[in-house]
C-alpha cells in the first residue's frame, strides 16, 4: 500500500511533467514559438522579470515533490493544500489568457484535475484524527 506522502510525492512529478511538456509542445507550435522569438507571446511581455515570475511558479510543483515526502502531517497538509490550490486557480486563469489551443486545453485539465484531487486528499488526511502519520 502506498503511503499518502508518497502519493502526494507521485501526484507533483505527474502534474510537474504535464506542465513542462505541454510547455515543450507550446515550443512546437509555430505561432507561439514566433512569438516567443519576439518577446511578447500574446500580449504578454516575455522578459526577465516575466521569465522569473514563471520560475517561481514552476519551482512550486518542484519543491511539494520534496516536501510531500519530508513534512511532517499537518505542515504536508497544509503545504499540498495552499500549493494545489495556488496551481489550480493559476492554471484556470490561464485558460482565459490568449488564443486557447486543443493541446493547451488537454493538458489543462488534467493539470487542474490533478491538483484539485491533492486538495481534497491533503483536506480529508488533515482531518483524520488517527495516530496514523504515514
Same mark, same amino acid.
Given at each position: 500500500?502506498?503511503?499518502?506522502?508518497?502519493?502526494?510525492?507521485?501526484?507533483?512529478?505527474?502534474?510537474?511533467?504535464?506542465?513542462?511538456?505541454?510547455?515543450?509542445?507550446?515550443? $512546437?507550435?509555430?505561432?507561439?514559438?514566433?512569438?516567443?522569438?519576439?518577446?511578447?507571446?500574446?500580449?504578454?511581455?516575455?522578459?526577465?522579470?516575466?521569465?522569473?515570475?514563471?520560475?517561481?511558479? $514552476?519551482? #512550486?510543483?518542484?519543491? $511539494?515533490?520534496?516536501?510531500?515526502?519530508?513534512?511532517?502531517?499537518?505542515?504536508?497538509?497544509?503545504?499540498?493544500?495552499?500549493?494545489?490550490? #495556488?496551481?489550480?486557480?493559476?492554471? #484556470?486563469?490561464?485558460?482565459?489568457?490568449?488564443?486557447?489551443?486543443?493541446?493547451?486545453?488537454?493538458?489543462?485539465?488534467?493539470?487542474?484535475?490533478?491538483?484539485?484531487?491533492?486538495?481534497?486528499?491533503?483536506?480529508?488526511?488533515?482531518?483524520?484524527?488517527?495516530?496514523?502519520?504515514?
Amino acid at each position: 500500500m502506498i503511503s499518502k506522502r508518497d502519493l502526494l510525492s507521485a501526484l507533483w512529478v505527474f502534474v510537474t511533467l504535464n506542465y513542462l511538456y505541454c510547455d515543450l509542445i507550446g515550443l $512546437m507550435d509555430s505561432n507561439l514559438l514566433n512569438q516567443y522569438l519576439t518577446g511578447n507571446v500574446e500580449g504578454l511581455k516575455v522578459d526577465e522579470s516575466f521569465l522569473f515570475f514563471a520560475g517561481v511558479l $514552476m519551482e #512550486i510543483p518542484i519543491l $511539494m515533490v520534496l516536501l510531500s515526502k519530508l513534512l511532517r502531517k499537518k505542515a504536508n497538509c497544509w503545504a499540498n493544500i495552499v500549493a494545489g490550490t #495556488i496551481k489550480t486557480i493559476l492554471m #484556470i486563469v490561464t485558460l482565459f489568457i490568449g488564443k486557447l489551443t486543443h493541446y493547451y486545453l488537454f493538458f489543462a485539465s488534467i493539470e487542474i484535475a490533478t491538483t484539485t484531487f491533492i486538495v481534497g486528499f491533503a483536506l480529508r488526511w488533515l482531518r483524520q484524527k488517527s495516530i496514523d502519520t504515514v
